[in-house]
């Protein structure tokens, strides 16, 4: 039976359960189960704190987890990353007071507050940079009005919270993250249980991001349409009852599907439909 973890709590959560759901995989009814398994796809999933995650998966004893790029990176376990998931997206940076530290060099010397001890250390030490840092637990912003640090490193996505406490971002972002699949580092590429979690879940990934579209259109434009719809592989053509007309049909990129309708409309091709695709193994 495979062994899987999954985040019990906070932004990864529920996103995490959903992929699954539609994956195929039975998730927990209610938030206070910690395990569940599920016999019929012989998959057994622990519900733990997604900070915990990649240390459980560098341990030997979960075979895959589900968590976070900055999470994995800031634990330091000796696990990785086999598959980004798209979802829980942010990037985590440096933050001060206006005015205060205008690049990477200016936090020498400084007090820098953050969650993610593990990757602000190792992003202090790569640059050279001889400043403290401060573990807190969460809710980072307000360490800088109350006077526990000058700066800050954590978790921006909209940036609101950084703004609702007058904050301004300092340099580049130290990182990007997103949701992403964990296994122990060289664990075995090949079982094939880790393999088919693995498809499903990027069946679920291209469900999500592709539409089919189908239309009909004259041999003569046949070409100039499918440069317009190459589809993964290639498009299917099939011959219509009406002489020089074939219908054919490819996925395309759901964000690209209005754009690519009215390009194959004034190229001549008519009756162009897409449906959402519900799950697929490529
Ligand atoms: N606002 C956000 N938008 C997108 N991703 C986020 C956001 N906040 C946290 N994350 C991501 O969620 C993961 C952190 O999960 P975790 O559950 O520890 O944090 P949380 O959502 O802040 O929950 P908590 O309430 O425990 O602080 C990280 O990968 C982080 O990048
Ligand atoms: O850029 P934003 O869209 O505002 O999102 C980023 C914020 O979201 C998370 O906080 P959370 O609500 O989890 O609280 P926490 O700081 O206590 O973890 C993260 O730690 C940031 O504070
Ligand atoms: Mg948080």
Request: glycine share 8%; proline share 4%; hydrophobic share 45%.
């Amino acid at each position: 039976m495979l062994r899987i973890a999954v985040p019990n709590k906070g932004s990864l959560s529920g996103p995490a359960a959903e992929m699954l759901h539609e994956a195929g995989y039975q998730q927990r009814r209610e938030s206070k189960e910690l395990r569940i398994v599920d016999p019929t796809n012989e998959v057994e999933f622990f519900y733990l704190r997604p900070r915990d995650i990649a240390l459980y998966v560098a341990s030997g004893q979960l075979d895959i987890g589900l968590t976070g790029r900055d999470l994995l990176i800031d634990s330091g376990a000796d696990a990785e990353e086999i598959l980004a998931l798209g979802f829980a997206r942010s990037t985590f940076r440096y933050a001060s007071k206006p005015g205060t530290i205008s690049g990477l060099a200016d936090l020498a010397g400084k007090t820098v507050a953050t969650s993610y001890e593990g990757i602000v250390a190792g992003h202090l030490a790569d640059h050279g940079i001889d400043a403290s840092v401060v573990h807190l637990d969460g809710a980072v912003e307000t360490a800088i009005q109350l006077g526990v640090a000058q700066v800050i490193a954590d978790v921006v996505e909209t940036g609101t919270s950084l703004r609702n406490a007058g904050l301004e971002v300092v340099g580049e972002p130290i990182m990007r993250s997103e949701a992403v699949v964990i296994r122990r580092t060289g664990a075995d590429a090949d079982d094939p249980k880790v393999q088919q979690f693995l498809r499903r879940l990027q069946g679920v990934l291209v469900a999500r991001t592709y539409v089919m579209m189908d239309y009909d259109c004259r041999v003569e434009q046949l070409e100039k349409a499918v440069a317009l719809t190459p589809g993964l592989e290639s498009p299917t053509v099939s011959p219509l009852h009406n002489e020089g007309w074939v219908a054919v049909r490819a996925m395309v990129p759901a964000k690209e599907a209005q754009r690519i309708m009215d390009d194959l409309y004034d190229i001549g091709a008519r009756a162009i439909l897409t449906t959402a695709i519900h799950a697929c193994r490529l």
